[in-house]
């Protein structure tokens, strides 16, 4: 009898053991290999090829550092694991920034949401944690190269290290934080500009550029440079007639003026822009945007070798003040212009045709004059993205688009956002009678007589 008590026992030691050992495995391997089943109908919850692909070719550990509001944390931390599913160099981890503002501030971040992405000594920074803004801040991330900017230096221009009111230190800063390495360059002395400038940023010059430093942007153009160049009203008239002859888009000057802009609080001298037309840089981009003393730019009609794109335009009530001594904002007939203004303006390379063949017995045509390679963006305002302008709503945001279409290296993605669609569950006529007589009829009918039944059945017994 004790032997078989003994056997018993053992049998069920080795039983719990070998149980208890199953379940370890089980979820071990669970929490090495799951898996993940996304059933909605847009896939809503999972990554698309283009990101997977990324991710599963990363070179190296990538560490992720997110700064959400407490609101929007489980979101950040939904987003960040889903990356990490795939990869696991993929690291990250969710900081408070109100708990911890010593770290928000080391970083150096301009506003709550923002995400660093590091990889050894490289960071980069973007502003939510949507899908497309996480890939290419990886994609920018695994450049070899870091790409740099060039700020024309010498002609009046705002310093790029200026914090003051009329500095544009932070848009400086913003640029520095999505991985771009920002110069000043003296074109006066250099004559040239660098051959590693991504782009070069011609920021409100303030007196004409000398005729060598036109020579050297013409020519840094022409051969593929790309451009970002602000004018305001009180541009010099040598430098809008440059910016005509070289990029075909004039600044016949003027101040626009937008009445809709008390709306938003604002002076009229403020146009407050909350929609755009179609272009590269405005391609999903919502946010409203303040121009401050903003003049108009004209693309010219019959521009050849060039493709002009509005970027900005202001609202059909405003209009072109002429007279900027005159301190009456109101239009006046006769005097000046009426609305909308072009307020920005991209300029690309457009398709050279083929050379038509001459015809039997006739000269060849004269050669036409070879198109610029090069891409520009032209804006009517600096003080969109001065310090005093530039925390405005989508200013920074419409600025950096800018300047990250002019630097793209091509192999961005665009990464369309997927939501769950509306599917509308409408009942008909007979549906609806249906539905009724089941929930409120037949069903507790059939409760009541089921009841009845035990009842009745109790009392037999």
């Given at each position: 009898m004790?032997?078989?008590?003994?056997?018993?026992?053992?049998?069920?030691v080795v039983s719990v053991v070998l149980v208890a050992a199953l379940l370890v495995a089980i979820n071990y391997l669970g929490s090495q290999h799951h898996v993940r089943w996304d059933l909605t109908a847009t896939r809503e919850h999972s990554l698309s090829p283009q990101?997977?692909?990324v991710l599963r070719t990363l070179p190296g550990p990538i560490d992720v550092v997110a700064f959400p509001d407490p609101d929007s944390a489980a979101e950040y931390r939904r987003m960040l694991s889903t990356y990490q599913y795939y990869s696991k160099d993929f690291q990250y981890r969710i900081v408070d920034p109100v708990r911890t503002p010593e770290e928000f501030q080391r970083y150096k971040l301009t506003s709550i949401g923002q995400i660093v992405l590091?990889?050894?000594k490289a960071?980069?920074?973007?502003?939510?944690?949507?899908?497309?803004?996480?890939?290419n801040g990886i994609l920018h991330l695994l450049e070899t190269t870091k790409k740099v900017l060039y700020e024309l230096q010498g002609e009046g221009e705002p310093g790029i290290d200026d914090f003051s009111r009329g500095g544009v230190g932070t848009a400086r800063q913003a640029l520095v934080n999505k991985g771009f390495d920002v110069k000043p360059l003296p074109l006066v002395q250099t004559n040239q500009v660098p051959d590693d400038a991504a782009a070069l940023l011609i920021i409100g010059p303030t007196k004409d550029l000398q005729a060598h430093e036109r020579d050297a942007i013409e020519h840094y153009y022409q051969n593929g440079g790309k451009l970002f160049m602000t004018v305001d009203p009180q541009t010099p008239a040598g430098v809008r007639a440059w910016l005509g002859s070289a990029l075909h888009?004039?600044?016949?000057?003027?101040?626009v003026i937008d009445p809709l802009a008390r709306l938003f609080q604002q002076s009229p001298a403020v146009p407050i822009i909350t929609q755009y037309p179609p272009s590269d840089i405005t391609q999903n981009f919502t946010l409203?945007?303040?121009f401050p003393l903003s003049t108009p730019l004209e693309p010219q009609p019959k521009a050849a070798g060039v493709m002009i794109t509005p970027v900005v335009r202001s609202s059909d009530a405003s209009y072109v003040k002429v007279n900027l001594e005159s301190r009456d904002v109101r239009f006046e007939p006769g005097v000046d212009r009426k609305g909308p203004a072009i307020l920005a303006a991209q300029v690309t390379p457009a398709p050279v045709p083929a050379p038509a063949k001459p015809a039997a017995g006739k000269a060849p045509a004269a050669p036409t004059p070879v198109p610029p390679k090069g891409s520009a963006v032209i804006f009517g305002t600096t003080g969109f993205i001065q310090n005093s302008a530039i925390a405005f709503a989508g200013n920074q945001d419409l600025f950096v688009s800018a300047v990250a279409w002019l630097t793209q290296s091509g192999n961005l993605v665009s990464i369309a956002p997927r939501t769950s669609p509306f599917d509308a569950f409408i009942i008909g006529g007979s549906q609806g009678r249906l539905l009724f007589l089941g929930s409120v009829i037949v069903i507790p009918l059939a409760l009541l007589a089921v009841g009845a039944s035990v009842s009745y059945w109790r009392r037999r017994l």
């Open positions: 004790k032997q078989r008590n003994a056997l018993l026992t053992t049998n069920a990101t997977i692909k590091q990889r050894g960071s980069y920074t973007v502003d939510s944690d949507t899908e497309e803004q996480l890939t888009v004039d600044a016949p000057g003027g101040l409203a945007t303040a």
